[in-house]
């Protein structure tokens, strides 16, 4: 594919007309037209993970990090590098180990000698996309490390706030914590991921794809550029505006409420969870060529978006219950927003 984002002129032309309250259709053409591009082009090197990458892609355009969980040689960290190189933004790679500081991810105050004068190093948080390699390697405390900069958009290090570039992503990947040497991540940190996914095995056409991308010695496959930074901020302003009626706004929250109730759940999901899954709401509809959440996009991205914030009880981690099949239990119990109109209202 040798798509670039010079092809992509609806981008800016259509953004910088007058804004309304709802994007107008021209927009979110642009903007579904652009998802689509970017998808495809991530698919070059990651083959048979179409639904994964829609989901890293949801989190771009929402402003929100990423988990990948998975074991070890499925393509986490091929896709995390697809992504950043299709959307021609910065990307700088973490290899969490045991043995990394906290400043060795934010950076630290260096004595310099010449100046006889304390300068500021930046570490590699200081990029647009950051991948955190096998983040539960390391210690908690080097983990909470990014917490600011997930949040926040800043990074503090000796009481002065440094902000990170805009847009700032994190895609991070884990092993399975039942893997040796891996810490399981505080709840804090998980919070502040918007999705956690899994790649999987690859099928048998997929794993094909992989073996004759071996064979032409390409370890990691190139993708094309198709976006600028530029762009990708005018997409997230597109799906910022995406119309949420009163009624999915009351979805989404007895949604949320529901797993604070249930059982099997000692600790459920708080507000963040809300914002997330409406956010990411929002971009789904615009990649669907939407102007309005409707309940499809709430029930599609309720699993992936809530799931890792769960806390089960004891019992319900004997029995074997996930977090992912209560989520779903909730979704099949709670009485959906009957049809929506044009404009996303009953």
Known sequence: MT?????????STAFHRAESAVPPHDQIVAFATSFRDVVRNVEQAVHGKTATVELALICVFAQ????????PGVGKTLLARSLAGSLDLPCRRIQFTPDLLPADVTGSIIYDQRNHAFDFRPGPVFTN???????????????SALLEAME?????????????????LVVATENPIEMQGTY???????????????????????????????????????????????DVLDLVEIARRVEVSPAIDAYVMRLVAATRSRPQ?????????????????????????????????????AVPVLAHRLLLSGDAERRATSAEEVIREIVDELPVPRALGLHGRP
């Open 3 to 11: 798509s670039t984002s010079q092809e992509h002129p609806i981008v």
């Open 184 to 230: 399981p991540l505080p709840e804090a940190q998980l919070d502040r991921f918007l999705i956690r996914a899994r790649l999987d095995y690859p099928d048998a056409e997929a794993e094909g794809a992989i073996l004759r991308d071996a064979r032409t010695g390409s370890r990691f496959p190139t993708v094309s550029k198709v976006l600028t930074g530029s």
């Open 64 to 71: 929100q990090h990423i988990l990948i969980e998975d074991v």
């Open 129 to 143: 996309v950051l991948i955190a390699d096998e983040i539960n390697r390391a210690s908690p405390r080097t983990q």
């Open 265 to 301: 759940v000692r600790l459920g999901a708080g507000p963040r969870g809300s914002i997330g899954l409406m956010r990411a709401s929002q971009v789904r509809a615009a990649s669907l060529g939407r102007t309005f959440v409707d309940p499809d996009d709430v029930k599609a991205l």
């Open 152 to 168: 926040e958009g800043q990074v503090t290090v000796d009481v002065e706030s440094r902000p990170l570039p805009s847009p700032f």
